[in-house]
């Protein structure tokens, strides 16, 4: 977008013609845990969720696979600071 049709929908968004909300967000991430330093990923993953819980903050594991190097990588749905999660996370 160019510097005036940026500026247009500027003005246009000033004048309320111009109107968008979001509904509801969610993150769709993947996470490895290493083992890098003698870590346990699985407790760190552990930690993880527990912070999450701890912040109020909704998610779902997809799914976890343990590398063949024993990182454990996991897929997670989460929400999206504090949108709401209807039609992501049930």
Same mark, same amino acid.
Do not use: H, M, P
């Given at each position: 977008m160019g510097f005036s049709a940026m500026r247009r929908w500027n003005v246009a968004r000033k004048e309320g013609k111009i109107m968008r909300r979001i509904?509801?967000?969610? /993150? /769709? &991430? !993947? @996470?490895?845990?290493? !083992? @890098?330093s003698g870590a346990d990923p699985e407790k760190d993953f552990q930690v993880y969720c527990h912070k999450l819980e701890r912040k109020g903050q909704k998610y779902q594991i997809e799914g976890t696979e343990k590398e063949s190097d024993g990182a454990l990588v996991v897929k997670i749905k989460k &929400? =999206?600071? !504090? =949108?709401?999660? $209807?039609? =992501? /996370? $049930?």
């Open positions: 509904i509801s967000a969610c /993150l /769709l &991430q !993947t @996470v490895r845990f290493d !083992t @890098v &929400q =999206y600071n !504090t =949108y709401k999660t $209807e039609g =992501y /996370l $049930e």
